[in-house]
């Protein structure tokens, strides 16, 4: 098993910036891939961002150019930066890992952090 713990959310204001981190720990020699994912009121959960070991990211179109995932392998540790905050990047923010083949599998969750962007 593996256990994410997400930190770092809050309430900005718009065009403002958050970063977000989520330690994984426990059997992590099974993932080689996490990501962030967020749930807004009344909407599926997205997929934000994702990093696989070697580095290769992959992002929603929405976000590109304002946020920024990365990762410290010795650290186990998955980094989400949010610049340029929008009132639509409002939503719970959830921590994921699992593993990349020729897609992402994610089967991990941490317990999700709230991000409010005020207008």
């Known amino acids: 098993q593996v256990q994410l713990v997400e930190s770092g959310g809050g309430l900005v204001q718009a065009g403002g910036s958050l970063r977000l981190s989520c330690a994984a720990s426990?059997?992590?020699?099974?993932?080689?891939?996490m990501g962030w994912y967020r749930q807004a009121p009344g909407r599926q959960r997205e997929l934000v961002a994702a990093?696989?070991?070697?580095?290769?990211?992959n992002y929603a179109d929405s976000v590109k150019g304002r946020f920024t995932i990365s990762r410290d392998n010795a650290k186990n540790t998955v980094y989400l930066q949010m610049n340029s905050l929008k009132p639509e990047d409002t939503a719970v923010y959830y921590c994921?890992?699992?593993?990349?083949?020729?897609?992402?599998?994610?089967?991990?969750w941490g317990q999700g952090t709230q991000v409010t962007v005020s207008s």
């Open positions: 426990g059997s992590t020699f099974s993932i080689n891939a």
């Open positions: 994921s890992a699992g593993y990349y083949r020729s897609s992402y599998v994610f089967n991990y």
């Open positions: 990093i696989n070991s070697g580095g290769s990211t």
